[in-house]
């Protein structure tokens, strides 16, 4: 009988089609090729927890189901551990590093305890008052999340201006409240990373130089990224998953926490700040911290 496999994502179909690539590749270091399985999904929940949480259910209840992998952050992975107590769940980036079921492990991508270091790389781009930050409040462990935050800001001497959005719905309006050329920290949260073409538009009609939580921001026409890989996170995963198929047991494969961080930073972005703005320039000491540089044609 082929592996049967289950997975479920919190985002938008179409949006993460890198993603399943790379959870393919990491199946295919197992020795597991996703042509040899059996899938069931990738089903995405469109940003619904209530979606999320039938998803989780559904693949639950499929016969003979040995793993499911649980893409797009917390909230899926917490829909699948509270959907099965005794089927593999592999999630593919979470914001903790403990394991939180023994029938589950994965990849920790360091997400929102980054958002203090991506203030300071802000601030050193755009050292003015206040700062714009998206925040999503409905997140689990938001309010140790702004208090870390708000106390790097304290260190700064910034104030910070929140705009909280807990629907995709809200993103222009919200990055309409920020001045143009204000400096924007768009928190780690599925949300945002889920409807990133949203987010990036939004802020390109402000002229905003923003920072944001993976390279895909930056590579899609963001100013600047700073956190793991999170393609690398989705091959882990997929290795993992492969491993459980080849017959390891969750228990035995212990949580990755990401250690190693980019800065990625896109010049053709910032070229079009200083012609909107004025004097807008990436500082030559942060330039040189960078991982990776998209040029200006």
């Not at 890198?18 to 040899?36: D, E, F, R, T, V």
Request: charged content about 10%.
């Amino acid at each position: 009988m082929p592996g049967i496999i289950g997975i479920m994502h919190s985002g938008t179909s179409g949006h993460h089609d890198a993603h399943l690539n790379a959870l393919k590749i990491g199946l295919a270091w197992a020795g597991q090729p996703y042509s040899g399985l059996t899938p069931h999904g990738p089903f995405y929940a469109n940003d619904n927890r209530q979606t999320l949480h039938t998803i989780a259910g559904n693949l639950a209840a499929v016969p003979n189901i040995q793993v499911i992998i649980a893409g797009g952050g917390t909230a899926s992975a917490m829909e699948a551990m509270n959907a099965t107590n005794t089927i593999s769940i592999v999630y593919t980036s979470v914001a903790f590093s403990a394991r939180p079921a023994q029938n589950m492990t994965g990849i920790c991508a360091r997400t929102s305890e980054l958002d203090r270091d991506r203030l300071r790389y802000l601030h050193a781009v755009r050292g003015s008052s206040p700062v714009g930050v998206l925040t999503n409040s409905s997140r689990p462990n938001f309010s140790n999340e702004w208090a870390t935050l708000q106390a790097a800001a304290n260190s700064l001497n910034v104030r910070l201006q929140q705009q909280d959005v807990t629907a995709a719905a809200n993103i222009h309006s919200a990055f309409n409240s920020f001045q143009p050329g204000q400096p924007v920290l768009v928190t780690a949260d599925p949300l945002f990373n889920n409807n990133r073409p949203m987010v990036i538009t939004a802020a390109g009609n402000r002229n905003t130089p923003a920072i944001y939580q993976w390279r895909e921001f930056a590579q899609d026409g963001g100013l600047m990224s700073y956190g793991p890989s999170l393609t690398y996170a989705y091959e882990l995963a997929g290795n993992y998953a492969g491993q459980i198929l080849n017959g390891a047991q969750p228990n035995s494969l212990n949580p990755v926490t990401l250690q190693t961080l980019e800065l990625v930073i896109n010049l053709r972005t910032a070229n079009d700040l200083n012609n909107a703005l004025g004097g807008f320039q990436i500082p030559p000491g942060v330039l040189a911290q960078a991982n990776d540089i998209i040029w200006a044609p």
